[in-house]
């Protein structure tokens, strides 16, 4: 009697794995005809300053599915990730990015115009990801000193060697580096050090948590400290109220990105915002 009920869960698991897998493939053609389609689009979301003065962007990609309308990363990133589409995607992002980047720094002075852009770990481990980088920003004829690159701490965790030589290559050419949702991952402090890096981005969750939990708090303070005596700027993400930001502020944090200033926008809502350009 078990023993045909452990044939009949076999079967439903295979139906379900083979539904899955169905599912997996007609997404990722989906994927690949919307790099075809041009269905992506870059939102960009302001960073600033306690007062509200800016302190540049960052772009968060969107598909605008053709049945679907539109979707955040959270719906396609892990398989563009797995299925390497995220390298071709990660291109098109970069170079779209280059472009916003020139009509950013016609209309704002200095960082007000800095554009961050999220790479991922499976783009830098591209044998070529340098040059591909360099090719690009040569092509749309961005400034390498507007653009910021934003990493998360798993990329560190392999190959550390080659990703800092990475870096280090990118940074010469003008690039620089941000760790993305910091005190998520499980960076040692050594080797932080032995990156360059410029600027440290509290993860949102701990921004959310520490009005009510002591311990994120504590954690908070932690980065801070540490951020101070590594000379990183520090960025707060996912900040959506003034008491946040209050406490945030001093502490000693230095710039806020969240849904309290502005959420990511499209492209021409960007535009409409900038300064005016002068004659
Ligand atoms: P991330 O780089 O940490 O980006 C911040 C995420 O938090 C964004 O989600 C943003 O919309 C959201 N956010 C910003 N402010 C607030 C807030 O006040 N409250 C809340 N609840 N959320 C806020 P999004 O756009 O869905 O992106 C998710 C992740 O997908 C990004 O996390 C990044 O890791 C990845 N991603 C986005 N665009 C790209 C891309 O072009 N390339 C790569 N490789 N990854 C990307
Ligand atoms: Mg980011
Ligand atoms: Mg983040
Ligand atoms: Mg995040």
Redesign the pocket.
Known sequence: KSKEFGRDQLCFFDARMQQSFLEKSRRERELKQALVDDQFELHL?SKHTADGGLFGF????RWQHPTEGRL???RF?ELAESSGL?VEI?DW?LRQACRYSLTLGEAEQGDRSALS????ER?MAQENFVERVLTIIEETGADPGRLIF?ITETLLHHDLERTRQQMLALNQAGIRFAL??FGTGYSSLAYLQSLPLRILKID?SFVSAMMTHPASLSIVKAIVSMAKAMNLTLIA????TQAQIDILRDLGCHYF????FSR?KPWPDIIASLAPVTE
């Open positions: 979301q960052e772009a968060l990609l955040s990363p959270d990133m995220i990660g992002v852009i999220n790479i991922s783009q934003e993305d949702d949102r993400e996912g900040v959506e990105q969240g849904f309290y990511p």
